[in-house]
């Protein structure tokens, strides 16, 4: 068992943040809104738990690591039949290598994406709730929805929003995360793997947060094009 090497991959740098996170000012990788306006407290509540999520992850799937190598280990005290009956038992599990691997780092990429999307749903629906009633009924389904959703905000905005062209937000999104999450949903796990090569789960959330600070600059509620909040969930 590679426990070393399952032990790195399950750390990925990440640190509890918990209730303490709504009180702090700044974050090394999480994004803490500083305007404090009903979307953006949202959309931190979310990600700081999506942060929480992948550290009880990667945790949980390091400690199983670490058991199944304690028990492989411990086997070979026992004799006869007994060692047997141990070591059948023993194989009849999985082994928790391919999960920390690939299946939580993965899973966890796919989950960040789908947050990023989510977020940008509540900022559209909350400052240009007009124009997002419209665009949910006239988007295109078989197009790409972030590219989608982008267009909808600087139509809300009245102007680019040129984090979206970032060279680093682009290889984020176009190189690593989407092409992640179509491979892990049809199944294709060697493409998933290889994707994962280099990837850091960290410095997703860091990019994804870079992106909404840049949006909470360009949206306040002094702009709100319908003149009226909206219910966010």
Request: net charge negative; hydrophobic share 40%; with cysteine.
């Amino acid at each position: 068992m590679a426990d070393k090497k399952i032990i790195g991959i399950s750390q990925y740098g990440l640190s509890w943040i918990g209730r303490e996170g709504a009180a702090l000012e700044s974050h090394p990788y999480l994004f803490i809104t500083k305007k404090g306006e009903d979307p953006f407290i949202l959309i931190q509540q979310n990600l700081h738990e999506m942060n929480d999520f992948c550290v009880t992850l990667f945790e949980g799937i390091k400690n199983k690591a670490s058991q199944q190598l304690t028990f492989s280990q411990e086997i070979d005290n026992y004799e006869g039949d007994e060692y047997f009956d141990i070591l059948e038992i023993y194989h009849l599990g999985y082994d928790v290598e391919n999960l920390g691997r690939m299946y939580c780092p993965a899973s966890a990429l796919v989950m960040i994406y789908a947050n990023l999307i989510r977020s940008l749903h509540i900022i559209a629906k909350y400052y240009g709730q007009d124009h997002y009633k419209s665009w949910r009924t006239t988007r295109d389904n078989r197009g790409a929805e972030l590219e989608q959703l982008v267009f909808l905000l600087e139509k809300i905005a009245g102007e680019k929003l040129d984090v979206f062209i970032e060279r680093r937000v682009r290889i984020l999104i176009d190189d690593n995360m989407r092409p992640l999450r179509n491979d892990f949903l049809h199944g294709n796990w060697e493409g998933v793997e290889r994707r994962l090569l280099g990837i850091s789960i960290k410095n997703c959330f860091e990019i994804v947060s870079h992106i909404l600070y840049f949006l909470e600059q360009k949206f306040d509620e002094n702009r709100l094009l319908s003149g009226k909040s909206v219910e966010l969930a």
